[in-house]
């Protein structure tokens, strides 16, 4: 059933009782580049996948073979190769809007930023949220970690934790006896889901080199071992207020992170009135418990969120305006943007990196998904674009002072200065 292909290049076929038939190459040990995707209206219809990745042929041959989308695992996103319905594309699709719509009703008048904050969960993205005390930070990102399930773990950040601290902790039971036991990120091995680390600029640099190292690599060696993460979501919140005795990220630490998110507080009167006189909001964990836990499975995220980036995509018009974006991030002047605060020319050290720019596409993918598109719209790319490139633009020295007033007007001009399709 599974005959050894002789030939060093694979073929990909698919056929309709109707005649037409399509097909395309793809090198052996480079399978599934491009991915395909099988729309095929007619039931009779048949197809040939030949897999080059385990150099074996499948068929399929009359069967119904409406709604498949092929995963590819060579995309920039953790996932596997495997095949998906439209069906379950819509079912995952209704658990999304169900997480967003369980952290709504936690956090009020936030509604932009969870949806951002859930496109980031399902484009498999870490999340840096940054906003005054009080305006419920934590709340959102522990509404998320409740939602999505798995294990969980939160560390608080101070100026004296420790990079150990992270892995390990030691004590002295009651007989005297030293005891050894796994840290936070260790304690839960290959389940850990959400790791939450509140107040992140609190921490030193140490220790912050630390998780960034497990945010884009998701092992940490420790004890002779290697362990991994490969489900592990980070989710952290910075406090913009107090500046002493704090560590603020490096700027290529926070590329690490999809999103930079400012939370602020709700300028609705109504909704004030409800923070203010509703008791239900006056109590979190009581709050926190109207989310089910587990609306969707952690473990599952990854795959879920390779087969939307497969699912939906992008034509060549949409391709060459993220190109684009991507040249006007690095040489603005070059797209008509300017600045009444700042001398263009010399405002930029870097632009965007191909990580940042990928993290744009994956975004732009889920935003169309959650729309119920397979196909992305400049719409889309322009909702993720201030969030996921604020952080991203590097300033020279003499402007990077004032980066938190330049860079969202610098961003602003891009976006009306560069052409949509």
């Not at 091995?189 to 509140?198: A, K, S």
Request: proline share 5%; net charge negative; glycine share 6%.
């Amino acid at each position: 059933m599974f005959p050894t292909l002789p030939a060093e290049r694979h073929r990909f076929e698919r056929g309709c009782a109707g005649g037409e038939r399509m097909s395309a190459d793809c090198e052996q040990g480079k399978a599934w580049t491009s991915g395909f995707s099988l729309r095929l209206p007619d039931p009779r219809c048949c197809w040939h996948w030949l897999s080059g990745l385990n150099n074996r042929s499948r068929e399929c041959i009359g069967r119904d073979c409406v709604g498949y989308s092929i995963m590819t695992p060579d995309l920039p996103i953790r996932g596997r190769l495997t095949l998906i319905t439209d069906k379950q594309h819509s079912d995952w699709r209704e658990t999304a809007l169900t997480v967003e719509a369980a952290a709504g009703e936690v956090v009020i008048g936030q509604q932009p930023l969870i949806r951002l904050i859930n496109i980031a969960l399902f484009a498999r993205g870490h999340v840096l949220l940054e906003g005054d005390v009080g305006v419920g930070k934590t709340t959102i990102l522990r509404a998320f970690a409740r939602a999505v399930g798995g294990e969980f773990e939160r560390v608080e950040g101070s100026i004296d934790l420790l990079p150990n601290d992270l892995v390990y902790h030691t004590y002295v039971d009651a007989d005297g006896q030293p005891h050894i036991e796994p840290g936070p990120l260790l304690r839960h091995g290959d389940r850990l889901t959400t790791f939450f680390f509140n107040e992140i600029n609190r921490a030193r640099p140490q220790v912050q080199s630390l998780l960034l190292r497990a945010m884009a690599e998701y092992t940490l060696s420790a004890f002779n071992l290697e362990f991994t993460f490969p489900h592990m979501t980070v989710f952290a919140d910075r406090n913009k207020i107090e500046k002493e005795e704090t560590f603020e990220l490096a700027s290529a630490a926070r590329d690490r992170f999809m999103f930079e998110l400012n939370m602020t507080t709700p300028a609705d009167d109504d909704i004030r009135r409800k923070l203010l006189l509703d008791t239900a909001y006056h109590n979190v964990d009581k709050l926190l418990e109207r989310i089910d836990s587990g609306i969707c499975h952690g473990d599952e995220l990854n795959d879920i969120g390779a087969a939307i980036q497969q699912f939906v995509r992008t034509s060549p018009a949409l391709d060459n305006y993220l190109l684009d974006l991507w040249r006007a991030s690095e040489t603005p002047q070059r797209y008509g943007v300017s600045l009444e605060s700042a001398e263009i020319d010399r405002l930029i050290l870097a632009g965007a990196s191909p990580r940042g720019m990928s993290a744009l596409t994956r975004a732009a993918r889920v935003a169309a998904w959650l729309e119920g598109r397979d196909h992305v719209l400049p719409e889309d790319v322009q909702a993720v674009f201030p969030t996921c490139m604020i952080h991203r633009v590097f300033f020279t020295p003499i402007f990077e002072l004032r980066r938190t007033e330049i860079a969202p007007a610098l961003i602003d001009g891009i976006l009306h200065q560069v052409a949509a399709p």
